[in-house]
């Protein structure tokens, strides 16, 4: 019989781990030794400095996925923690550590609920876990790599869940059916030094890229989207390196990252931002170059009948039917949505990145019933 598991302890096993990224830290073997013990077949796929983990049990459809990441972000200022960031303590009932709320409570939460499902023997399809070490960096050689491998090998994946903590203030009150886009851009504007008394002798960079990001600032994306906010453009950085006053600089370079609904596309974005700097540096004896990064495109999963069923699973145990939101960053759904439907639960992410990431680990144990309901739904559903 398939001995349970705790998802507390087992949360405690993970965040003692001090899985920053890229560095595993063991984390990883953590998460395959509890799968291998409930009869998974588990794969690492290794890409990179990263480790990823795809892992199934039974080999039948509907294949239910849960997706997460065992990296974390850095603690920041350690003397800050009440606890050591990585001796996930418990205190009052609430466990403190790096990982606590993103994500490694919600990996154990879907461990223990699946082990349950299987020794009831519920699970009359499959269910695979798909967990990468990249998620909190670049996110190159993660989920999106694993992705790639199982479309190319033509594995089915039917639906799936990720475990980001999606609930806003109160555990369940929202879950995640999309995610914005994101697009970030870096713009240098190379012009000619000189004195600031003679201009005629020099190409001033900085007017150039203040008047290029006053011209995309002044631009309304659009009004929304239906599910979706409206998108928005910030700028995140701008600098003229120059220690002198009476210098005019030769460069000057700006950074700025675009949320957007599905009114847009990367692409077009990143074709809009070229276009205005062609524009701005019309007449100017420099040149402006635009490197633009699109990290992930705009997706809904659809209202229907997987998206009733979660709903449904989170008021089985909450009382409360959760609001479906695509408010937020972006997570590794953007990948996994190329491959099925998904939808993202998980615990009150207010700590999530903080000093003393903390969960109730009442909470933890809610969670498990929150995808033991998801579980026992699907595969009654057939």
């Not at 849960?66 to 800050?80: C, E, K, Q, R």
């Not at 005629?200 to 150039?208: C, G, S």
């Not at 402006?288 to 495109?297: M, N």
Request: net charge negative; proline share 4%; with cysteine.
């Amino acid at each position: 019989m398939t001995a349970a598991i705790d998802p507390v302890e087992l949360t405690r096993d993970l965040i003692r781990r001090p899985s920053v990224t890229p560095a595993d830290a063991g984390a990883m073997a953590i998460v395959e030794a509890t799968l291998r013990g409930l009869g998974f077949a588990c794969r690492r796929m290794k890409f990179g400095e990263i480790e990823n983990l795809y892992a199934r049990f039974g080999t039948a459809r509907p294949n239910l996925c849960f997706a997460g990441h065992t990296d974390v972000v850095p603690v920041g200022d350690a003397d800050a923690w009440s606890k050591d960031a990585f001796a996930a303590e418990v205190v009052e009932g609430v466990l403190i550590g790096r990982g606590a709320v993103d994500m490694k409570s919600a990996i154990a939460a879907f461990a223990a609920a699946t082990a349950d499902a299987i020794a009831a023997g519920t699970v009359t399809g499959s269910i695979s876990f798909l967990i990468t070490g990249d998620e909190e960096g670049v996110a190159t050689d993660g989920t999106t790599r694993v992705v790639d491998a199982l479309r190319a090998e033509g594995e089915i994946i039917d639906h799936c869940v990720v475990g980001e903590p999606t609930s806003a203030e109160t555990f369940g009150d929202m879950v995640k059916v999309g995610r914005r886009g994101s697009i970030n851009a870096e713009i240098t504007v190379q012009g000619i030094a000189g004195h600031v008394a003679y201009p005629h002798r020099a190409a001033n960079p900085a007017p150039v890229l203040i008047r290029l990001l006053a011209s995309l600032q002044s631009r309304r994306l659009d009004d929304g989207y239906a599910e979706f906010q409206p998108s928005n453009l910030e700028v995140t950085w701008i600098d003229a390196p120059n220690t002198a006053t009476n210098v005019i600089p030769g460069v000057a370079r700006a950074r700025l990252n675009i949320r957007f609904n599905p009114n847009h596309t990367g692409q077009g974005l990143a074709d809009w931002i070229a276009a205005e700097a062609g524009e701005a540096g019309e007449g100017f004896a420099g040149k402006i170059t635009v490197t633009p990064a699109i990290s992930g495109e705009a997706f809904l999963t659809e209202r229907g009948a997987f998206t009733d069923l979660v709903a449904a699973a989170v008021a089985d145990v909450t009382g409360v039917a959760p609001e479906l939101s695509t408010s937020g960053g972006t997570s590794d759904a953007r990948f996994i949505r190329a491959l099925c439907p998904v939808i993202e639960v998980g615990l009150v992410g207010k700590t999530m990145h903080q000093v003393d990431e903390r969960a109730p680990v009442a909470e933890i144990r809610t969670l498990q019933q929150v995808y033991a309901r998801i579980i026992a739904r699907y595969f009654a559903a057939g």
